[in-house]
């Protein structure tokens, strides 16, 4: 990243091989100064309630040195925690047109999901993965795998996470998207091994609890569906999903 930003370094030093010191070192400083802010924005993208301090140096940064792609990718992601998802896909839209590469396609992928808009999403994930030498290939295939299970396709969607797997095996997300993936495939047996996996690193992901349960309850355990809303009661700091864990618990009762 930091190659990249500073490139243009090179390129004015060659084209002002004949001129001052003083007037190489101005766009020297200038991109310093602007690379300085845009660490500052990112830092304070990592910190709970400092999004408009993101927004004010990631801002800076843009001025100083206009449409940097990793400054228009991180003001692209400040838009979307700010859930302005139009000025989010302004910003994606302009980083890739000013030389984004696979960081921003990944971005971008995951904020089409979000939208919906699953074949875009497929289009973008892929132009990530087309760079091997992109490091984060776990998150290119799991925007894949989310926008491949968008459009129903669940065995390339199932494939797409298992290859994230591979990528990043310590990421519990992953086998919560796979176990996903293979309850909405009807695939209710691996769903579950999947399930009780994820749920002994995340043992209060209601999101998890709650298809886990279905599953037990489609496969006749209800003993286990009932097991799976205990233990969530007791891991779980919500007083709204304590209320839910009992009123699923009192729904299995009445039927057994």
Same mark, same amino acid.
């Given at each position: 990243m930091r190659l990249t930003y500073f490139s243009f370094i090179v390129i004015s030093a060659l084209g002002l091989s004949s001129c001052s010191t003083s007037i190489k070192m101005e766009p020297e400083k200038l991109n310093k100064l602007a690379y300085t802010h845009y660490q500052l924005g990112i830092d304070a993208l990592g910190k709970e309630g400092m999004l408009p301090k993101a927004f004010d140096e990631l801002l800076q940064s843009d001025k100083l040195r206009p449409n940097q792609p990793v400054v &228009?990718? +991180?003001?692209?992601?400040?838009w979307l925690l700010r859930g302005d998802m139009k000025k989010s896909e302004g910003y994606y839209r302009k980083a890739i047109q000013h030389g984004g590469g696979a960081l921003t396609f990944t971005n971008y992928a995951n904020l089409l999901n979000r939208l919906h808009r699953f074949p875009e999403a497929e289009t973008y994930a892929q132009k990530a993965l087309d760079d091997p030498r992109y490091p984060h290939q776990d998150k290119a295939f799991i925007n894949l795998g989310d926008a491949l299970l968008g459009q129903d396709r669940f065995e390339p969607a199932i494939h797409a996470y298992q290859q994230a797997e591979l990528f990043n095996s310590e990421d519990p997300i992953i086998k919560f998207k796979l176990?996903?993936?293979?309850?909405?495939?009807?695939?209710?047996?691996?769903?579950?091994? &999947?399930? +009780?996996?994820?749920?002994?690193q995340q043992p209060g992901y209601r999101p998890a609890v709650e298809e886990l349960t279905q599953a037990f309850l489609k496969?006749?355990?209800?003993?286990?569906a009932s097991q799976t809303l205990t233990t969530f009661s007791q891991h779980t700091t919500s007083s709204m999903d304590k209320a839910w864990a009992k009123k699923q618990l009192d729904s299995i009762n009445r039927h057994d």
């Open positions: &228009l990718n +991180a003001l692209a992601f400040a176990a996903h993936a293979y309850y909405q495939h009807g695939q209710l047996i691996q769903a579950q091994v &999947l399930y +009780a996996i994820f749920l002994r496969t006749n355990k209800r003993q286990l």
